[in-house]
């Protein structure tokens, strides 16, 4: 089993929806999570860090559930730009410098 | 402008010619980490630094080497690569506490004929 699993899509929806991605770690040590964007072959990027009283930053809700060991992704009002793969990212809890990686979700979001 | 530099962006070899990955950052950052990402697997560690001359194995060390002589610069070195090491490879930097989000190089993507 992979240490951090996510549905690997893709999502395909229209402009304007409300999309969202789980995410589920194994290791229940871990301490830091996180959501990272990364366009097509491109380098990944910090979306937003994930709390324990979930957080948001505009359209974006992350949500952390410790007791069943997922995090979750809200994406409001999709755009086209919203169009990217969402990888989510864990760090093990005796090194917080070892993340571990999702293989990511896809996520088109079309006119 | 606060960067990681990695290169070359796309290199084709063949099997057993040596070959090195550069990555370079500018932001004096302490930890720095090598990653490979395959389809369908995500990224995957390969090796970590904390510091100058501390390195450590990640999950997929196996054929890979680093070093760490200053603190801007990890090159990855393939001293003979094969085919299962083709992948799109990614250098990674932050300040090395928890939370602290990984600034990424644009990757190289490797072709091993």
């Known amino acids: 089993r992979k240490e951090v699993e996510q549905d690997p899509g893709p999502f395909n929806v229209p402009e304007g929806a409300t999309v969202a991605f789980n995410c589920t770690y194994s290791?229940?040590?871990?301490?830091?999570f996180f959501w990272y964007r990364q366009d097509c072959r491109k380098e990944p990027k910090l979306l937003m860090s994930v709390y324990s009283s979930g957080n948001e930053d505009g359209r974006f809700t992350a949500q952390l559930n410790r007791a069943s060991q997922y995090i979750s992704l809200l994406i409001r009002d999709s755009k086209l730009s919203d169009s990217a793969t969402y990888l989510c990212?864990?760090?093990?809890?005796?090194?917080?410098?070892?993340?571990?990686f999702g293989a990511g979700t896809r996520l088109t979001v079309k006119p | 402008e606060a960067q990681v530099t990695q290169n070359p962006r796309y290199l084709i070899t063949v099997t057993g010619k040596k070959l090195t990955v550069t990555c370079s950052q500018n932001?004096?950052?302490?930890?720095m980490s090598w990653y490979r990402q395959d389809p369908g697997l995500g990224l995957r560690q390969i090796y970590y630094s904390m510091n100058v001359e501390v390195t450590d194995k990640g999950d997929v060390p196996e054929g890979y080497k680093v070093s760490r002589k200053e603190k801007r610069n990890f090159p990855l070195i393939l001293e003979s690569p094969s085919p299962n090491q083709t992948s799109l490879y990614f250098c990674?930097?932050?300040?090395?506490?928890?939370?602290?989000?990984?600034?990424f190089g644009s990757g190289t993507q490797l072709s091993v004929l």
């Open positions: 932001m004096n950052h302490e930890y």
């Open positions: 990212v864990v760090t093990r809890s005796y090194n917080n410098n070892d993340m571990r």
């Open positions: 290791n229940s040590a871990s301490q830091s």
């Open positions: 990674a930097s932050s300040r090395g506490t928890a939370n602290e989000k990984l600034f």
